[in-house]
């Protein structure tokens, strides 16, 4: 009898001596925090280096005896200290100088902002995967919106430039990050996608595409490119243990891609239909 009360007595204390394991909010708030103080941290570094450099200049100004442009960063200085902040708003016409430290230091400090939560990025998609994976759908939702804070406050949207270059690796992070925001960055843009060639096959569905798969080093999924057959041939030529596709277009040149080799594609971005889809593609040449 002694013994069953100390296994019960024992079993109690264990239960209440045990750590409740964190939810999925509670994982992503966390990490959505370290971030944003990484950023925090990037952000003070480069307005504190900024504030140094304006003394800098400043100075400049008045051993040029250039009054105007001494008072006129002065005034900056007073403004940064107040502010701690530096957008487009705050740039000046006139000194020349004092605008393009202005655009350099806004450009470098937007670029490592942009880096910090890029690398972030991937381990919180992946949380937001794994939770959606085990049916914990609100969670996996709260996930999401942690990404979509993140990304609204610290990486403004640019829409991609026709004819630019980008990596699959960074095309299917965006996509899996948010889909909304990623079409406003690619959707109807055409693009050069550079990854590397994980297969191909006919459109089962019309007979009438040759569909090749992009993939990623380091993100999972695909890209999938859809090639006209009416505008391309193609054939496979056997090499060693393997095969090469060899695609033809109309003017007769031959373009060989290996699976498992880089190549880049150049397709209209169609968004997301179960993978990311590149239409009426083109190999540069």
């Known amino acids: 009898m002694k013994r069953l009360l100390l296994l019960i007595a024992l079993t109690a204390h264990v239960h209440a001596q045990r750590v409740a394991v964190p939810s999925g909010p509670s994982l992503a708030e966390g990490e959505v925090q370290k971030i944003e103080e990484r950023i925090a941290n990037v952000r003070r ?68 902002v942009s880096g910090t939560v890029s690398e972030a990025l991937p381990k919180l998609i992946e949380l937001k995967k794994q939770l959606t994976v085990d049916g914990r759908l609100d969670d996996a939702v709260a996930v999401k919106q942690s990404i979509e804070r993140l990304q609204n406050a ?32 690619y959707k109807g843009v055409r693009i050069a996608v550079r990854g590397v060639m994980a297969g191909y096959k006919v459109d089962p569905e019309n007979g009438k595409s040759l569909l090749i798969y992009l993939g990623g080093t380091n993100s999972p999924g695909w890209v999938m490119c859809s090639f006209n057959l ?42 997301w239909d179960e993978m990311v889809k590149l239409t009426k593609c083109d190999v540069p040449r």
């Open 230 to 271: 009416t505008q391309w041939r193609y054939r496979e030529d056997r090499v060693g243990a393997g095969n090469i596709l060899v695609l033809i277009p109309k003017d007769g040149t031959e373009v060989r891609m290996a699976k498992g080799a880089q190549i880049d594609i150049l397709g209209d971005c169609a968004g």
């Open 154 to 185: 610290n990486v403004p949207i640019t829409r991609a430039e026709s004819g630019s270059i980008v990596p699959s690796e960074t095309l299917l992070r965006a996509y899996g990050a948010d889909r909304s925001r990623a079409d406003k960055t």
């Open 45 to 112: 570094d480069i307005l504190s280096k900024y504030e140094n450099q304006l003394g800098e200049l400043q100075i400049q100004f008045q051993k040029a005896t250039d009054l105007e442009g001494a008072i006129t960063v002065r005034d900056e200085r007073t403004r940064l200290r107040s502010e701690q902040a530096l957008s487009e708003q705050n740039f000046t016409k006139e000194p020349k100088t004092l605008r393009t430290l202005q655009q350099t230091t806004l450009t470098k400090m937007n670029d490592l």
